[in-house]
């Protein structure tokens, strides 16, 4: 139990464009998802944390019009990384809370976002 | 605020050493801690993890304690195997709100042949 999935577990795009990555919990509700970034050789930062039907909260720092994030199911959430350009380029991780375990976070495998 | 303070690496030990990889963190409240393991390319997988005090938490020959009066959560292994070698990060869940994770800075092993 507890599986997480991330779609596309990589994507490669030009500077400008937009991508969207989705995060699913397969087998529980998810309440609640937060969507990570690991730079090479770092640790996760915490982007956003999005509760299902309502708008995400963002970390400081953290550019909301650029990074757009949807939780509109109690199963996915989606993170829209609009106009990206090369400083985007990051592994992106996604996790969900909800109605298994003890608060306790699940991860999905990530995805690879390469900006040219 | 919340922070988890891991020891640098990257640690390279050999096949059958002993590991040590130490985590202390610094927490309101009575947070939950967790070890997460990341091999390249891929994303976290939870090692381990206690929930309070004293707890023991173990898995595939890491164990790691909760200890309350050091605030420290240190991962170790009796028997590293070169299948160890990945990224070991130290993580704390806040104890109110939205229990969001604090993770640590990560220590790579590497465990040689």
């Known amino acids: 139990g507890a599986v997480v999935s991330q779609h596309p577990s990589w994507v490669i795009c030009k500077s400008g464009t937009s991508v969207k990555i989705e995060c699913r919990s397969l087998d529980f509700q998810a309440t609640t998802m937060f969507w990570y970034r690991q730079f090479p050789k770092q640790s996760l930062m915490l982007m956003a944390t999005?509760?299902?039907?309502?708008?995400?909260?963002?970390e400081q720092g953290v550019e909301k019009d650029k990074f757009l994030i949807n939780h509109a199911s109690l199963t996915l959430s989606t993170l829209t990384v609009t106009s990206a350009h090369p400083e985007d380029s990051s592994f992106y991780i996604c996790?969900?809370?909800?109605?298994?375990?003890?608060?306790?976070?699940?991860f999905g495998p990530g995805t690879r976002l390469t900006v040219l | 605020g919340n922070s988890v303070t891991q020891m640098e690496g990257p640690v390279t030990l050999s096949e059958e050493a002993f590991l040590t990889i130490n985590c202390t963190y610094t927490?309101?409240?009575?947070?939950?801690l967790f070890w997460y393991v990341q091999y390249p390319g891929e994303g976290l997988q939870l090692l381990l993890k206690?929930?309070?005090?004293?707890d023991k938490g173990s898995n595939k020959g890491f164990e790691a304690t909760y200890r309350k009066e050091t605030t420290s959560f240190h991962l170790e292994k009796g028997s590293v195997q070169v299948s160890d070698s990945a990224v070991y990060f130290c993580?704390?869940?806040?104890?109110?709100?939205?229990?969001?994770?604090?993770f640590g800075t990560g220590t790579r092993l590497k465990v040689l042949a």
């Open positions: 999005s509760n299902e039907g309502s708008k995400a909260t963002y």
């Open positions: 206690a929930t309070k005090a004293d």
């Open positions: 996790s969900a809370k909800g109605t298994i375990g003890y608060n306790e976070q699940f």
């Open positions: 993580a704390l869940s806040e104890s109110s709100g939205t229990y969001k994770y604090i």
């Open positions: 927490a309101t409240g009575y947070p939950s």
